[in-house]
């Protein structure tokens, strides 16, 4: 049995293989055959959870894992949501850069905006898990000439954007890492170890 880590995306599959080290079991990546996914649904559980079930068929008698994050923005509604990644043709740097915009005059204090991760797990016995971490913060409102990305807007509790953050200093805090712990706890449970 292995975890198949169902991300069609190599960087991705590195991260959370690694953040999930030790582990008992072998994790894998999805065959190159298996086409890339969709990501329709309007929550980040819900897209796990279709990228699981998307794969699930290929690896019956395997663990499967999920995962999908994002950023919400109080002010707007919980945009850029689910579509995150997406909301706007270019890079990340162009999405910050737009969210700024949006914001134009609003104080910090209107600003409260969260990073949330969710990781969907399915087991051989077509048990269903879905686990969630969550990094609250805000979007600067700071004058910023260069914005690569959302870390650069992203203020912490600590008065500095996630991109400044101390590796060492983010790493309880941060929503992928807290979702994939729990669902660490659950695999390990799963496969009878602890």
Same mark, same amino acid.
């Given at each position: ?19 999930? !080290? ?16 969709? $990501?329709?649904?309007?929550?980040? #559980? ?39 990644? !997406? ?14 915009? !949006?914001? $134009?005059?609003?104080?910090? #204090? ?29 979007? #600067?409102?700071?004058? !910023? ?50």
């Amino acid at each position: 049995m292995k975890l198949i880590i169902a991300t069609w995306n190599k960087a991705k599959f590195t991260w959370i293989r690694d953040a999930l !080290r030790p582990l008992p079991l072998e994790a894998a990546a999805l065959a190159d055959t298996i086409e890339d996914i969709e $990501e329709t649904a309007a929550t980040f #559980s819900g897209n796990a959870s279709l990228k699981v079930e998307a794969v699930r068929r290929y690896y019956p008698n395997d663990i499967i894992l999920g995962e999908d994050s994002g950023l919400m923005i109080n002010a707007l509604g919980g945009f850029p949501g689910v579509k995150t990644a !997406r909301f706007l043709p270019g890079s990340d740097a162009d999405r910050a850069k737009e969210l700024l915009r !949006r914001l $134009e005059g609003l104080p910090l #204090s209107k600003r409260q905006a969260q990073f949330h991760s969710a990781v969907a797990l399915a087991t051989p016995d077509g048990q269903g898990i879905l686990c969630s971490g969550t990094l609250a913060g805000w979007i #600067s409102n700071r004058e !910023r000439t260069c914005v690569q990305g959302y870390g650069d807007i992203f203020l912490l509790c600590n008065d500095k954007v996630l991109a400044a953050a101390e590796p060492t200093q983010l790493l309880p805090l941060d929503h992928r890492r807290q979702a994939l712990f729990q669902a660490k706890q659950h695999i390990l449970e799963w496969v009878g170890k602890d």
